[in-house]
């Protein structure tokens, strides 16, 4: 088993930044792709940004593209997710997610609000 482990989320006016993290522990395991996706109050889940592990390739979602960056310490086995210029659109619990060996694995969430 993997055990993922979100941190960083929290209240932030219009315009802020947080930055989240992801921890990544268990049983010896190679990570293929981290990601972030989001789930806002009545809305489903939502794609938010992807990167390989082993190359650092990256990808956003068009609505966080510019705004966010994705990153990741291999040595800890951690993803981060930079998130700037945030509005208050962006207002969800984020989850992380990752790929080992083919199989799924789903952090519990953070939630982020984004409000004046």
């Known amino acids: 088993q993997v055990q993922l482990v979100e941190s960083g989320g929290g209240l932030v006016q219009p315009g802020g930044s947080l930055r989240l993290s992801c921890a990544a522990s268990?049983?010896?395991?190679?990570?293929?792709?981290m990601r972030w996706y989001r789930r806002a109050p009545g809305k489903e889940r939502e794609f938010v940004s992807t990167?390989?592990?082993?190359?650092?390739?990256?990808y956003y979602a068009d609505s966080v593209k510019g705004r966010f960056t994705i990153s990741r310490d291999i040595a800890k086995n951690t993803v981060y997710l930079q998130m700037s210029s945030l509005k208050p659109e962006d207002t969800a619990v984020y989850y992380c997610?990752?790929?080992?060996?083919?199989?799924?694995?789903w952090g519990r969430g953070t939630q982020v609000t984004v409000s004046s």
């Open positions: 990167i390989s592990w082993s190359g650092g390739n990256t």
């Open positions: 268990g049983r010896p395991f190679t990570i293929n792709i």
């Open positions: 997610n990752a790929v080992v060996q083919q199989i799924d694995y």
